[in-house]
Nanobody, 119 residues
Framework: QVQLVESGGGLVPAGGSLRLSCQASGRTFSSRAIGWFRQAPGKERERVAGFSWISGSAIYGDSVKGRFTIFRDNGKDTVELQMNSLKPEDTAVYYC????????????WGQGTQVTVSS
C-alpha cells in the first residue's frame, strides 16, 4: 500500500521559514514523480512545486518563485520543500503527491500538513 506522509508544518510569523518533508512508502518514486500542492480555505488546490517529467528540472508556481525550493534529500529519501520569506497568503494545507506517469494527474496523495503564517 502506497503512503505519502508530510511533516514540518506549523505556525510561523511572516518573513519566516519552514521546511516540509514528504516521505513515501510502499513504492519507490523518482524525484520527478513528486509534487507539492496547497489548498487554502475557499480556494482551489494549486501546485506550488514539482519537477519536469522530461528534464527533472524544478518547476514552481508563480506565487512562490524565488521563495520556495523543492529538492530531494537523499540521506532521508524524502522530497523536501524549503519555504522562505513566508507570507500570510501562504497559509494553507500543504500536500505532497506522487504520479506514476508524466501526465498532470497525480495518483497518490498525503493527508496534508497545515502551514499558518501570521501577519
Amino acid at each position: 500500500q502506497v503512503q505519502l506522509v508530510e511533516s514540518g508544518g506549523g505556525l510561523v510569523p511572516a518573513g519566516g521559514s519552514l521546511r516540509l518533508s514528504c516521505q513515501a512508502s510502499g513504492r519507490t518514486f523518482s524525484s520527478r514523480a513528486i509534487g507539492w500542492f496547497r489548498q487554502a480555505p475557499g480556494k482551489e488546490r494549486e501546485r506550488v512545486a514539482g519537477f519536469s517529467w522530461i528534464s527533472g528540472s524544478a518547476i514552481y508556481g508563480d506565487s512562490v518563485k524565488g521563495r520556495f525550493t523543492i529538492f530531494r534529500d537523499n540521506g532521508k529519501d524524502t522530497v523536501e520543500l524549503q519555504m522562505n520569506s513566508l507570507k500570510p497568503e501562504d497559509t494553507a494545507v500543504y500536500y505532497c503527491a506522487a504520479r506514476i506517469t508524466g501526465t498532470t494527474k497525480y495518483d497518490y496523495w498525503g493527508q496534508g500538513t497545515q502551514v499558518t503564517v501570521s501577519s
